[in-house]
């Protein structure tokens, strides 16, 4: 039987990364993604064949409730949830935008995503495998630097609910251990993605200025690929026994 992951957000840069080695890896993948368009050119450029795109809305409770019953019921257990969906707020540079000028519509949509979405797919995800154990399971959640070291680039809205991403996979892991699921979060500092630009308010073409990485210990902002992998690794049999952690891929601007 095939080894499903279900990656979402799996259209942008960090979650096409992640299921790009997952699917190397000869897993196949389930990428979602807000935009069913966007879903199916990801999956036209992964490796292997036989994976499958879908539109999901990871803050919709009965959309993420309909999905892992639609690929259960095709597919079998989902042995891996990488969950990468996850949003900054509106267009525009983030980091100007301080605490005393948000709406409450930004930070709510914002926790909507990041942090209910997460609750959703994760408890999801147990649920079926209570039910139905499965292999090597494995979840991944995605933090970020801007939880760790509060606000960073991103502002008040996104830090907080990425920290809230943290807590809640420490309790989740604790949870599922007893079910020999592992559940861990990738923190990414600076990579190169469009919500990295848009945080650092650059355009596609600009270079990135040397006052963005001189805070980094090495010298330059990371790669998708460099995230992504560190995904496949966590979602393999090699990594039973990491659990609850916190994994940073930030070229150590926090350590």
């Not at 942008?12 to 897993?27: I, M, Q, R, T």
């Not at 999956?43 to 036989?50: I, K, Q």
Request: aromatic letters at 6%; one cysteine or more; hydrophobic letters at 50%.
């Amino acid at each position: 039987m095939d080894r499903i992951a279900l990656v979402t957000g799996g259209a942008g840069g960090l979650g096409f990364s992640a299921a790009h080695h997952l699917a190397a890896d000869g897993v196949k993948v389930v990428l979602t993604d807000l935009d069913l368009g966007a879903a199916s050119a990801a999956v036209a450029r992964l490796p292997a064949t036989g994976h499958i795109a879908m539109a999901l809305d990871v803050a919709n409770e009965a959309a993420v409730i309909a999905a892992f019953a639609k690929i259960e019921g095709s597919l079998g257990p989902i042995a891996v949830l990488a969950h990468f969906a996850g949003t900054q707020g509106g267009p525009g540079p983030s980091h100007g935008v301080y605490i005393a000028d948000m709406s409450a519509d930004s930070w709510r949509t914002v926790f909507e995503v990041n942090t209910f979405g997460t609750f959703l797919c994760v408890r999801e995800m147990i649920r079926h495998r209570r039910r139905l154990p499965a292999t090597d399971s494995r979840i991944i959640t995605v933090s970020s630097l801007a939880g760790q070291m509060g606000g960073y680039l991103a502002g008040a809205g996104y830090a907080a609910s990425k920290a809230a991403v943290i807590g809640f996979t420490k309790n989740a892991a604790r949870e599922v251990a007893p079910l020999g699921i592992t559940v861990n979060t990738i923190a990414p500092g600076a990579i190169e993605t469009p919500m990295y630009r848009q945080a650092a308010g650059l355009a596609v073409t600009d270079v990135v200025p040397a006052a963005n990485v001189k805070n980094i210990p090495m010298g330059r902002i990371g790669l998708p690929d460099e995230v992504g992998a560190l995904a496949g690794f966590l979602a393999s049999p090699a990594a039973s026994y990491i659990t609850g952690q916190v994994i940073a891929a930030n070229g150590g601007s926090y350590m």
